[in-house]
């Protein structure tokens, strides 16, 4: 497809289950972004990827997130022993400009996790 | 620590009545300040970059501008399917990543 895309677009998971989300981005974009967007609040940066370098992941709030690119192109978020406080919208972006040099970040529809 | 604030929360307008957003920010050397738009249920959707003071941008019926402390979004005459949040982000140099603000809601009645 022309866009990114994000599956699943809907997850429900119990306290304590795992989750993963998965990010395609648009093809050659070199720089894929992550972030967290609670209910009425903008997005919260996570972590970048440049190519399948984890470049920085200081927004990552806990050890039990973690993030991948192993090959510079379809990225996963994974979630362990998530909690209540994880509930939110999962958005990835991608642009086609290492982020220094700034650039239009398209963003994917998100992931909608709720945990129960 | 960036800091990006914007205000009004939210803007219910009449069809036509034009109207500015703000977005006060705080960053350790800019690099740039982006404006986005966000439907329900939808990512954002990039509409400007400003990396000057002074410096304006426009698209349609919104004008963007900036100045050292913040930006402006201007709607001018208004539709209904301008109703969306507008989102604000900073980059500072150096930096990777975007600072957001929490957005105003734009309500457009016909």
Redesign the interface.
């Known amino acids: 497809g022309a866009g990114v895309s994000q599956s699943p677009r809907y997850k429900v998971a119990k306290r304590g289950q795992d989750v993963a989300l998965r990010c395609d981005p648009i093809s050659g974009h070199v720089s894929l972004f992550w972030y967290q967007q609670a209910l009425g609040q903008g997005p919260e940066f996570l972590t970048y990827f440049q190519n399948e370098a984890q470049l920085d992941k200081s927004g990552l709030p806990s050890d039990r997130f973690f993030a991948e690119r192993p090959e510079g192109s379809v990225s996963t978020l994974k979630i362990q022993r998530t909690q209540q406080e994880d509930s939110a919208v999962y958005l990835c972006a991608s642009s086609l400009v290492t982020s220094r040099n700034t650039g239009e970040l398209f963003f994917g529809e998100g992931s909608r996790l709720t945990v129960l | 620590e960036d800091q990006?604030t914007q205000s009004p929360e939210a803007l219910r307008l009449q069809e036509g009545e034009s109207s500015s957003l703000n977005c006060s920010y705080t960053v350790s050397g800019l690099?740039?300040l982006?404006w986005y738009r966000q439907d329900p249920?939808?990512?954002?959707?990039?509409l400007f970059?400003l990396y000057s003071a002074g410096e304006e941008k426009e698209k349609e019926r919104l004008k963007a501008t900036l100045t050292k402390k913040e930006s402006f979004l201007h709607i001018t005459a208004p539709k209904p399917e301008d109703s969306a949040t507008y989102?604000c982000?900073v980059?500072a140099r150096?930096?990777?990543?975007?600072?957001?603000?929490?957005?105003t809601t734009v309500t457009v009645r016909a």
Do not use: H, I, M, W
């Not at chain 2, 249920?41 to 990039?46: A, L, S, T, V």
């Not at chain 2, 150096?94 to 957005?103: R, T």
């Open positions: 990006v690099r740039g982006f249920g939808k990512g954002p959707e990039f970059t989102l982000a980059q150096g930096d990777y990543k975007l600072s957001f603000g929490a957005g």
